[in-house]
C-alpha cells in the first residue's frame, strides 16, 4: 500500500510539474494584448513592404495623352530625360513602345526623337512642371518674334 501511495504522488507531482510549464507558456504567449489583434503587433514588427518600382507605361497612364509631350527618366538618372513624342500601346496597358527627345540639362540634345530602350524596365518617374516649362518656352519665343 505504501508503494502504491508513493507511486501515485510521484505520478501527480509529474502533472503538477507539466501544468505548472503549460500555464507559464500561455502567459508568456499571450503578452500581445488580444484585444489590439496579435496579427496587427506582429505585422508592426516586420519591415514595411517596399513599395513596387513602376515602368514607363505605368507612370504614363494617368498623364493627360498617356504622357505625350511630358518629359519622364530612371530615377537613377541625373540631367537625362525623354520627352515623349509616341507612344504604342500593348491590349494591356503595360507593355508597348515609346520614342522620345532626348533632354540633356533641361535642354534637347537632338532634334529627331528616337526609340525609348528599356521601357519595360522598372524605376520611372515622370518629370514635374516639364510641360509647363515648355509652354513658357513656346510663349517667351511667340513674345520675342512679334
Known sequence: MLGHKAAMDKTLG?????FSLLTRRNFSASAIPS???GEAAVSALQKPKR???KN????????????????MAKTHWSGVSYQITKINLYKDGKH??????VH????????????????????????????VKEENIVKSAEVQTT
Open 56 to 71: 514607363l507605361f505605368e507612370v504614363a497612364q494617368f498623364l493627360p495623352n498617356w504622357g505625350v509631350g511630358y518629359q
Open 14 to 18: 509529474i502533472f503538477k510539474h507539466s
Open 96 to 101: 508597348g513602345k515609346a520614342w522620345g527627345i
Open 104 to 131: 540633356k540639362e533641361g535642354r534637347p540634345a537632338a532634334e529627331a526623337p528616337k526609340k525609348i530602350s528599356g521601357v519595360h524596365k522598372r524605376g520611372w518617374k515622370y518629370i514635374p512642371n516639364s510641360k
Open 35 to 37: 484585444s489590439t489583434g
Open 51 to 53: 513599395k513596387k518600382k
